[in-house]
T-cell receptor
Framework: EAGVAQSPRYKIIEKRQSVAFWCNPI?????LYWYQQILGQGPKLLIQ????????DSQLPKDRFSAERLKGVDSTLKIQPAKLEDSAVYLC????????????FGPGTRLTVL | AQSVTQLDSQVPVFEEAPVELRCNYS??????LFWYVQYPNQGLQLLLKYLSGSTLVESINGFEAEFNKSQTSFHLRKPSVHISDTAEYFC??????????????FGKGTKLTVNP
């Protein structure tokens, strides 16, 4: 079974530029999560989808971050414009459902904002 | 609100030595507790979890954790570590978020370095 795929693996941009990350969850997984992991900290949930609907985006900085999961499969996370403090690893995870007690993580995208 | 505290940011040990990675949680309700491991340049993987029942839970690679309700702890232990156990370990608690969603809240992580 293929795992969670993410691209790109690394991205370097200058502040005020835009960037997008892509995630392909495990086939059949209804729930998709985006996390931000700043160096020295644990992952922090940004947004959670159930199929193509948003369940929780309370910690998403909506003035600059957006995410979508149009067909309930792949998802894209966008930052526009980026700030220095957005430098982090962005992790995507999926699970069969919210009640399932394991999340499967992708390798992450390491973003550096200069 | 539920939160997780990992008391040690880095733990260096020698190969074949025992190790304990500490985790304390705060919660006023029943908890689900997890340990995830992150090897270099990889995503997180579930190591073990406590949902209910026996307070001692084990993983397939020799780690174990004990849920201690009175001390609100879920420490991770291994009696004899290998070089390959070098990784970052995250303790997490499942909490209820907005709209009835359930989400994981992670600690800051503990970097375990096993030296030869």
């Amino acid at each position: 079974e293929a795992g969670v795929a993410q691209s790109p693996r690394y991205k370097i941009i200058e502040k005020r530029q835009s960037v997008a990350f892509w995630c392909n969850p495990i086939s059949g997984h209804a729930t998709l999560y985006w996390y931000q992991q700043i160096l020295g900290q644990g992952p922090k949930l940004l947004i959670q989808f159930q199929n193509n609907g948003v369940v929780d985006d309370s910690q998403l900085p909506k003035d600059r971050f957006s995410a979508e999961r149009l067909k309930g499969v792949d998802s894209t996370l966008k930052i526009q414009p980026a700030k220095l403090e957005d430098s982090a690893v962005y992790l995507c995870a999926s699970s069969p459902g919210q009640e399932y007690n394991e999340q499967f993580f992708g390798p992450g995208t390491r973003l550096t904002v200069l | 609100a539920q939160s997780v505290t990992q008391l040690d940011s880095q733990v260096p040990v020698f190969e074949e030595a025992p190790v304990e990675l500490r985790c304390n949680y705060s919660s006023s309700v029943s908890v689900y507790l997890f340990w995830y491991v992150q090897y270099p340049n990889q995503g997180l993987q579930l190591l073990l979890k406590y949902l209910s029942g026996s307070t001692l839970v084990e993983s397939i690679n020799g780690f174990e954790a004990e849920f201690n309700k009175s001390q609100t702890s879920f420490h991770l232990r291994k009696p004899s570590v290998h070089i390959s156990d070098t990784a970052e370990y995250f303790c997490a608690v499942k909490r209820r978020g907005r709209g009835g969603s359930e989400k994981l809240v992670f600690g800051k992580g503990t970097k375990l370095t096993v030296n030869p």
